[in-house]
């Protein structure tokens, strides 16, 4: 599978899963241990994921990109297939929290579906880990991230690669959209520790509201 330039593969995922990994450190406050925040744009053809690494000494993303299914195979395949290459992540970063973005009302009930049936697939495999899961709704994303609920797909990808410090602009959108319920969390839980950079930007989207 042909990646982007930039992109380069993390671990032992899957082959249906392509993968991202940027490193950019900034200082942060004390903390004596490291959190690993999943964030997930689930869908059942293209499921967007992206692991923000939280620590003492800095914040950085750990792994980000695109799990994918083929449209061809029976559904309980294509869900093991995401299952299998989703615990794949949760084994490797041993996630801590799991932020995912909430699923609304589509015209295109086929299309919800398979996105409902993926963000059981992920919350399932949190659930059984212990893993604190938060659902954010589209609005509260970009409302976090950019500032404002009208935010569209080329804004939310700016703002994630000002954000975090990335080199490009992450793509797809699912996998910006992915970083982006990450970031809603570290914007939302008093209790993920952020870097002051990523705090700054953060609080000046709220500024803006």
């Known amino acids: 599978m042909e990646s982007e330039p930039w992109a380069r593969s993390v671990g032992s995922l899957g082959g249906h899963c392509d993968s991202v990994a940027s490193l950019r450190s900034s200082q942060c406050p004390a903390m004596i241990e490291p959190v690993f925040v999943l964030g997930v744009d689930p869908g059942l053809t293209r499921c967007g994921y992206c692991v923000l690494r939280v620590s003492a000494r800095s914040t950085t993303v750990a792994s980000m990109g695109l799990i994918r299914t083929e449209k061809d195979l ?62 954010y709704s589209p609005n509260q ?41 990450a970031l809603t969390h570290v914007a939302h839980n008093p209790m993920v520790v952020r870097s002051p950079s990523t705090s700054a930007a953060l609080s000046r989207q709220g500024a803006l509201r």
Not at 159 to 180: C, F, I, N, R, Y
Request: aromatic share 4%.
């Open 74 to 135: 029976p559904v309980p395949l294509r869900l093991r297939e995401l299952w299998h290459d989703m615990s794949e992540i949760f084994d490797e970063f041993e996630i801590g929290a799991l932020a995912i973005e909430r699923i609304l009302f589509q015209t295109n009930v086929r299309t919800a579906i398979g996105v409902a049936q993926a963000s059981g697939v992920v919350m399932t495999l949190a659930a059984l880990r212990g893993v604190q899961v938060t659902e």
């Open 141 to 181: 994303i970009k409302d976090a991230v950019a500032g404002y609920g009208g935010a569209d797909k080329e804004q939310i990808q700016q703002m994630v690669q000002t954000l975090l410090g990335l080199e490009h602009s992450p793509k797809p959108a699912d996998v910006a959209d992915a970083a982006a319920v």
